[in-house]
């Protein structure tokens, strides 16, 4: 079993554009007990683009790993699921039904799903008739417009999903209403599949709390820990009580920085150069001076060598 829910998983959203591979190795190393891919369309798994083949590419630390894949057509899913199934190395499939973009409502996938369950039934049942991984995995939210979390849970608990992750606001609330955490201990008192608590868990001190309240098997973080990838150790240590190492020393900050940045190069090539801005803006954020001048430099730079003098400059 890769996944063990005799104890809180601790995992990292998916975050697209974020949770790549090289920022989801950083991240395992201090302790994320499971992550995923960003969202995979299914469509563009069955065309198999070199993007998308990318995409799937896991660092060989990252056991339990999940794939999240969207959409609602049956034959694509049945047929990206079949090509996932030739993938070695993916222990989890994911179904995305909480993405709020137009983009991917319109096209019937991420939370539109939430307003048609007969069709996220349907879909949750084609992946575990053709899926050859070891656990299925449903991501949502508590509704589309309004809240619907309990019929939504048990879609997904009757339909074969091994365990469920809800992000605690619907469709409507986007990113930013507040997150209802009374939903999710409701989610959990109606289901006997494991549920894993997401939205806004920003520190140990919440993410206990979380555990406590909604009763949840584990809590899932994402913009909690860009810029931040410690957080799993911070939060593991003061569950644990051993919270004498909260707060990552200056050095830990820029042994860091420095590893993620190599790790982009190496998966991306010097356009990670580029592409690691995002994240600099990010770590400058944890309490440094003049660092909306750095923020403003880096925008400036492509070239490896050139970005690396002035990370290990700035993180000193
Ligand atoms: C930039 C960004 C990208 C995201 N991409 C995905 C995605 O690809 N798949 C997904 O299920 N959720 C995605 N989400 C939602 C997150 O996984 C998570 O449910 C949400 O941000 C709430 O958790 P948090 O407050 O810990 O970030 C994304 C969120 C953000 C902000």
Redesign the pocket.
């Known amino acids: 079993m890769t996944l063990d829910f005799s104890k809180p998983i601790f995992a990292l959203?998916?975050?697209?554009?974020?949770t790549d591979l090289p920022f989801r190795s950083v991240v395992k190393k201090f302790g994320a007990d499971l992550t995923?891919s960003?969202?995979i369309s299914s469509n563009s798994l069955i065309f198999q683009n070199k993007k998308t083949i990318k995409m799937l590419e896991k660092s060989p630390i990252e056991t339990p790993y999940s794939v999240?894949i969207a959409g609602s057509n049956q034959d694509i899913i049945k047929r990206a699921v079949e090509f996932l199934n030739m993938q070695d190395g993916i222990d989890i499939i994911d179904l995305?039904c909480?993405?709020p973009a137009p983009k991917v409502v319109n096209s019937l996938q991420g939370s539109s799903l939430l307003r048609d369950l007969p069709t996220m039934a349907k879909t949750i049942r084609t992946i575990k008739n053709y899926s050859n991984k070891e656990f299925l995995s449903v991501?949502t939210r508590l509704g589309f417009n309004t809240k619907n979390h309990i019929e939504i849970a048990k879609v997904c608990e009757d339909n074969g999903a091994d365990f469920i992750?809800v992000?605690g606001?619907t469709r409507a609330g986007k990113?930013k209403a507040e997150?209802d955490y009374d939903a999710i201990r409701e989610v959990k008192e109606a289901i006997s599949i494991p549920v894993i608590a997401?939205?806004?868990?920003?520190t140990p001190q919440k993410a206990k709390w979380v555990l406590e309240y909604t009763k949840a098997d584990g809590v899932?973080?994402?913009?909690?820990a860009i810029g931040k990838p410690w957080i799993f150790q911070t939060i593991k240590d003061y569950i644990n009580g051993d919270s004498d190492s909260t707060s990552p020393t200056p050095e830990l900050i820029r042994k860091v920085v420095l590893e993620h940045f190599e790790q982009m190069i190496a998966h991306y090539g010097e356009y990670g150069t580029i592409l690691f801005r995002k994240h600099l803006h990010r770590y400058s954020k944890v309490g440094y001076i003049g660092a909306s001048k750095f923020r403003d430099l880096v925008n400036r730079v492509e070239n490896y060598r050139e970005m690396r003098d002035i990370i290990e400059e700035f993180f000193k």
């Open positions: 959203a998916p975050l697209a554009g974020f995923v960003e969202m999240q995305n909480g993405c991501k992750v992000h606001r990113y997150v997401n939205g806004d868990i920003t899932m973080i994402g913009r909690g």
